[in-house]
């Protein structure tokens, strides 16, 4: 395994015969994030190991993203709360888009912003500041539909298969966007990362997780041979009770699905 430079990056196993399964996902995380402080591309906060990494020209993967039709024609966009994700969010507010942000673990659902002041409303501080917290299915109606979906990510690859840093949320907050019907199941989901998070194996995936369409690094768009089909909403069967228990807009949805199947 080694990185091959910019366009390149890692590269796990060459042989065309291996199989996803044969690599653990945070086997490939682990690859990632030790490349990522190895070659000294890796931004605060630290350690870059257990999370979304920041990186080096992450405002130039943003912008670069800001020449896609998908983001031009979008007027509603959800982006994650993650550090490099901070200027694709900054450059939605400055278009004027409405920016839709799901708060840390989705403890307290969603912030939707526009008209704010887009320098400080893009950190996950200024955003709590100018938001406006959507807690409940009645409040995340206001939202209407999502045009363009922003994700971070650990690794990626041509495909569309992503890992993010092994906690769910990215893909628990795209299931509840579509079990409201605010979400299309073709959304273009949208990736931004540093050339090395890049891999050119298949990765592990499971039957809740959200493939992208379109991967964005400093120097270059991969648009994605996509594969597979996206989750049309919540797998209850294979959702934590962890998370269930400390996510109040899971409990309303399961209970608003409870009486559904009573009725």
């Known amino acids: 395994m ?17 199989r996803s399964s044969d690599v653990s996902k945070d086997r490939y995380r682990r690859i990632i994030w030790d490349a990522l402080a190895r070659e000294k591309v890796a931004l605060p906060p630290y350690p870059v190991h257990g999370r979304i990494p920041n990186f080096i020209n992450a405002d130039k993967a943003a912008s670069l993203l800001a020449t ?11 982006v994650n709360p993650d550090s490099p ?30 008209g704010v002041d887009a320098v400080r409303a893009s950190t996950i501080k ?4 100018h938001g406006t917290m959507l807690r409940s299915v009645d409040e995340l109606s206001h939202i209407k539909h999502i045009d363009l979906i922003v994700e971070g990510s650990v690794a990626v690859n041509a495909y569309g298969e992503r890992l993010g840093k092994g906690e769910g949320y990215a893909e628990l907050e795209f299931a509840i966007l579509r079990e409201l019907g605010l979400v299309d199941g073709d959304v273009p989901i949208a990736t931004t990362v540093h050339d ?68």
């Open 68 to 78: 896609l039709d998908e983001w031009k024609r979008a007027r509603v966009v959800k």
């Open 196 to 263: 090395i998070q890049v891999v050119e194996d298949r990765l592990p995936q499971e039957p809740y997780d959200v493939h992208v369409d379109v991967i964005v690094t400093p120097t270059r768009l991969i648009m994605v041979n996509r594969m597979g089909s996206r989750p049309s909403g919540i797998i209850w069967s294979m959702l934590d009770g962890a998370k269930l228990s400390s996510i109040p807009l899971l409990q309303e949805l399961k209970s608003m699905r409870v009486k559904r199947d009573l009725s």
């Open 2 to 18: 080694a990185y091959g430079g910019i366009g390149r990056g890692i590269v796990i196993d060459n042989r065309s015969s291996r």
């Open 85 to 114: 994700q901070r200027w694709v969010r900054m450059n939605a507010l400055r278009e004027g888009k409405v920016l839709i942000m799901p708060t840390p673990r989705i403890r307290d659902g969603f912030l939707i912003l526009k």
């Open 126 to 129: 200024g955003a709590f500041m």
